[in-house]
């Protein structure tokens, strides 16, 4: 579809010579052009169809050119609107380019004005469009639950399908900055897979698990001889991920002399085996990930600077799991589903002091940690549905963390006030009945016989939590937020 055919026209001015003359030019350039002959007509014209752009004048009756832009504003009417405008009221003009105007051409309408318009009007539809493309793209994303191997509905995540959608047709380099278990490197997968790479190798190395001299061998290679031992040559990193995507992980921890040669491969797109002298061209793209404190990083001369650059041309970063609350019911349900199968367990759901454990727990190892302790509890469970004393981690059993408040609604009648304490203290117990009894100052048989009839014959049951102290909210993570730049595709 050319340019022409996508946006129509739309020309207000009360003057017919204009709206004439206009009509008949833009008719000739092959665009639609429909014709307002004020300012309101204009907007209900413009209420009732799409058009790429509207020429407005200035100053018309009802409703001039500025009071039209920001009844458009108001009604979200996404029209690129340039003013025509007479001499006198060329600082209206500005203004109105300050509102959202796309541009603004002076009368009298002479030939070169009219070139200018000609010339003008394509790049005010380019606009159009491709402004209308995110905002197809922005609500294709709204509703999405999943993305590639991603799980997630929260805002959050949503802006992250989004951005690896624009971003992972080009070969700009990405780095991905989130707490460690946050999906870092499921998200340079999903880059990968949506890039027309996607039939390349991906090709992952991690940087903090290997020793200097090995990881210099695995990025780059070596010739025959290039050391005592190596009797065969070795590709690459760069070599194997040609035509595809290298991620490069936990970048933060690589030695700053190999960080030297992989900012000059980056550069060149051109890779010398360690002994060799040959320079061999890679065609790939790079994705790196760091779970460090990035500011910290780079003052420590951790990072260098320029490869930073190099790397972070878009940054997408993964909000830790404690900010999503919302993705975590969806996580923990599907994560049962997953490991009841892998199992053959028959577990169906969470209890609700289970829930509450879960909602209210600050997950500092994030989703792998929720999917480590809904495994852990689906294979623990010795019924259909998890507890709490099942899903606690264990390293938490002795220290459960909770926020200690519970907020009855007024409202509320005294069973469901009664309910919620019992729960929420027996859940920030990590499912001690001994200790929440003591809490509650009541008895543990009464405890178990409240418990037994708010969660049914299993909840209570599992055992195991014997909580000493509640401890203090475990520090945040320190990874640094960096808000990924929305980057508009085109
Ligand atoms: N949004 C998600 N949906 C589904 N699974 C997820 C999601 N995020 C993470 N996971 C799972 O959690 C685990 C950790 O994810 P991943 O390895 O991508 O994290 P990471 O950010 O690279 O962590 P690290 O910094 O420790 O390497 C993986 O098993 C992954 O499958
Ligand atoms: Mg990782």
Redesign the pocket.
């Known amino acids: 579809m050319t340019t022409k055919q996508q946006a129509k026209i739309l020309i207000a001015d009360d003057e017919r010579a204009i709206t004439d003359g206009l009509s008949a030019i833009l008719s000739d350039e092959g665009y639609t052009v429909d014709v307002a002959v004020d300012g309101q007509k204009a907007l209900e014209r413009l209420s009732n169809d799409a058009y790429g752009v509207i020429l407005a004048d200035l100053k018309m009756p009802k409703l001039d050119g500025l009071a039209l832009l920001k009844e458009m504003q108001q009604r979200e009417i996404h029209t690129e609107c340039i003013i025509i405008t007479g001499q006198a009221t060329v600082d209206s003009a500005v203004q109105a380019m300050r509102q959202g105007a796309y541009d603004y051409i002076e009368k009298p309408l002479n030939s070169e004005k009219l070139n200018r318009l000609k010339a003008l009007i394509p790049k005010a539809v380019d606009k159009f469009v491709v402004k209308q493309t995110n905002r197809a793209l922005t609500s294709e994303l709204a509703n999405l639950t999943?993305y590639g191997?991603?799980?997630?509905q929260s805002e959050q995540?949503r802006s992250v399908y989004q951005l690896i959608e624009a971003v992972a047709p080009s070969t700009a380099s990405v780095i991905?900055l989130?707490?460690?278990?946050?999906?870092?490197?499921?998200?340079?997968?999903a880059l990968h897979a949506k890039s027309d790479r996607e039939k390349g190798p991906f090709f992952a190395l991690?940087c903090a698990a290997l020793p200097k001299d090995i990881l210099e061998n695995e990025l780059f290679g070596h010739e025959k001889g290039a050391f005592t031992g190596s009797t065969n040559e070795k590709q690459g990193a760069f070599e194997l991920a040609h035509g595809g995507t290298i991620f490069l992980?936990?970048v933060a921890e690589m030695p700053t002399d190999i960080q030297v040669k992989l900012l000059r491969a980056l550069e060149s797109r051109q890779v010398r085996r360690l002994g060799g002298k040959r320079e061999i061209s890679v065609d790939i793209r790079v994705v790196a990930?760091?779970?460090k404190d990035l500011e910290k990083a780079l003052a420590d001369n951790e990072l260098r600077e320029d490869l930073y650059y190099r790397l972070a041309v878009v940054p997408i970063y993964?909000p830790p799991?404690r900010e999503r609350v919302g993705?975590i019911k969806l996580?923990a349900n599907?994560?049962l589903i997953r490991y009841s199968r892998q199992n053959n367990k028959k577990v169906t759901g969470f209890d609700d002091a289970a829930w509450e454990w879960i909602l209210s727990y600050n997950w500092p190892g994030?989703?792998?940690e929720?999917?480590n302790a809904v495994e852990r509890a689906v294979i623990m469970s010795r019924s259909s549905t998890i507890g709490a004393a099942d899903i606690v981690p264990r390293h938490l059993r002795a220290s459960g963390e909770i926020p200690a408040v519970v907020s009855v609604p007024v409202g509320s009648s005294l069973a469901d006030a009664k309910r919620q304490l019992i729960l929420r203290t027996f859940a920030s117990t990590g499912g001690d009945l001994d200790r929440s009894a003591k809490l509650l100052g009541t008895s543990t048989g009464e405890l178990r016989g409240e418990l037994s009839r708010l969660l049914g014959p299993n909840g209570a049951d599992g055992g195991g939590a014997r909580p000493e102290k509640r401890p203090v909210s475990a520090s945040p993570a320190k990874a640094k937020k960096e808000e990924p730049k929305a980057k508009k595709r085109r």
Request: charged share 30%; aromatic share 2%.
């Open positions: 999943h191997e991603l799980t997630g995540m991905i989130g707490e460690s278990g946050t999906g870092k490197e499921l998200v340079a997968r991690n992980d936990e990930a760091t779970n993964l799991l993705d996580l599907e994560f994030n989703v792998r929720l999917k």
